[in-house]
């Protein structure tokens, strides 16, 4: 997952992706924003508290497609249902269903929400969105259902923003990158595998909290630029991805290993698998100065 931010009032920023084997989410991004209603972002999937419903995608100012009904029985949003429903967005004409701080807990509430840009656009606050959608890691995006991912009109149903304890899912607009290519995103922004099921990979902002290679990390944007956030029991370090098939010599991030690791896809008995032919996670050879200690388990045998 890719980190989110938190939500500071009712202006949002960040992103976080579930990957299955990875640790699973983005950090929030290095521009994120303030906090006042804390907590970091969480690696996990919410429970939806937010009960399930439907919700009419029918043409309007927020260029949601007009794709009938869509039901959502699994999760979306565990913010404790105020005035109104995150999923049904069910406020009148030209307000949005926000979170909003509430006695030291949160609830939903009918916010202005009514400006020009429609889903999918660059944004910087929430106040450019149309009604219905929120600025979430810089594009104007609706809350969306984790089984249905339809509202998204084509994007992918995997940006968490985390809300004091809770959490809401958001559709994820970033641009597409192709894997240990040089120059795959555009400056400022990392090529991270966001699903393993299709081997999709994503531009994403780096986190505030980078770490180094083989280092310890909890968010994919934690790591640098074509590297893994690779978790194994109560772990997770950051990994080269690379090409078992790669040329000799290869450099690292472009298919290659660094000096004292190798390309495996298995480590300590777990598949490393990310959709991808002939793509593995560098790990420690055994050979380094260290002995090879990498924050995993030893696993010295060939792949």
Same mark, same amino acid.
């Given at each position: 997952m890719i980190a989110s931010a938190t939500m500071s009032s009712l202006r949002w920023l960040g992103l976080a992706f579930t990957a299955a084997i990875a640790a699973a989410s983005f950090a929030a991004c290095k521009s994120g924003s303030t906090s006042t209603g804390?907590?970091?972002?969480s690696t996990g999937g919410a429970g939806g508290t937010g009960s399930g419903g439907v919700l009419s995608t029918s043409s309007s100012s927020s260029g949601m497609p007009d794709a009938g009904l869509l039901e959502c029985v699994g999760k979306y949003s565990n913010v404790p249902k105020g005035e109104c429903d995150l999923w049904l967005q069910d406020c009148p004409p030209g307000e949005t269903c926000r979170p909003a701080?509430?006695?030291? =807990?949160?609830?939903?509430q009918c916010a202005p929400g009514g400006g020009l840009k429609t889903a999918g656009e660059v944004c910087y606050s929430a106040n450019e969105?149309?009604?219905?959608?929120?600025c979430i890691a810089g594009k104007?995006?609706?809350? @969306? @259902?984790?089984? #249905?991912?339809a509202g998204c009109n084509g994007a992918i149903c995997d940006i968490n923003v985390k809300i004091g304890q809770y959490e809401a899912f958001f559709c994820h607009y970033a641009p597409r990158c192709e894997l240990l290519t040089a120059n795959a995103c555009p400056d400022g922004l990392d090529c991270h595998i966001e699903d393993p099921k299709q081997g999709l990979a994503t531009c994403a902002e780096p986190s505030g909290n980078p770490a180094p290679d083989l280092g310890p990390c %909890?968010?994919? #944007?934690? @790591?640098? =630029?074509? %590297? %893994?956030?690779?978790s194994f029991g109560s772990s997770a370090t950051c990994h080269y991805y690379c090409w078992t098939n790669a040329a000799p010599g290869a450099a690292p991030g472009l298919g290659g290993?660094?000096?004292? %690791?190798? @390309?495996?896809?298995?480590?300590g008995g777990q598949k490393v698998d990310y959709g991808v032919p002939n793509l593995g996670l560098c790990f420690s050879d055994g050979t380094g100065p260290d002995g090879g200690s990498d924050g995993g388990p030893k696993d010295a045998a060939a792949d």
């Amino acid at each position: 997952m890719i980190a989110s931010a938190t939500m500071s009032s009712l202006r949002w920023l960040g992103l976080a992706f579930t990957a299955a084997i990875a640790a699973a989410s983005f950090a929030a991004c290095k521009s994120g924003s303030t906090s006042t209603g804390g907590g970091g972002t969480s690696t996990g999937g919410a429970g939806g508290t937010g009960s399930g419903g439907v919700l009419s995608t029918s043409s309007s100012s927020s260029g949601m497609p007009d794709a009938g009904l869509l039901e959502c029985v699994g999760k979306y949003s565990n913010v404790p249902k105020g005035e109104c429903d995150l999923w049904l967005q069910d406020c009148p004409p030209g307000e949005t269903c926000r979170p909003a701080a509430s006695g030291g =807990d949160y609830t939903t509430q009918c916010a202005p929400g009514g400006g020009l840009k429609t889903a999918g656009e660059v944004c910087y606050s929430a106040n450019e969105c149309a009604e219905k959608l929120y600025c979430i890691a810089g594009k104007c995006s609706p809350v @969306c @259902c984790r089984d #249905n991912a339809a509202g998204c009109n084509g994007a992918i149903c995997d940006i968490n923003v985390k809300i004091g304890q809770y959490e809401a899912f958001f559709c994820h607009y970033a641009p597409r990158c192709e894997l240990l290519t040089a120059n795959a995103c555009p400056d400022g922004l990392d090529c991270h595998i966001e699903d393993p099921k299709q081997g999709l990979a994503t531009c994403a902002e780096p986190s505030g909290n980078p770490a180094p290679d083989l280092g310890p990390c %909890q968010f994919l #944007n934690d @790591c640098e =630029d074509m %590297q %893994q956030c690779y978790s194994f029991g109560s772990s997770a370090t950051c990994h080269y991805y690379c090409w078992t098939n790669a040329a000799p010599g290869a450099a690292p991030g472009l298919g290659g290993c660094p000096e004292h %690791q190798a @390309c495996k896809t298995t480590f300590g008995g777990q598949k490393v698998d990310y959709g991808v032919p002939n793509l593995g996670l560098c790990f420690s050879d055994g050979t380094g100065p260290d002995g090879g200690s990498d924050g995993g388990p030893k696993d010295a045998a060939a792949d």
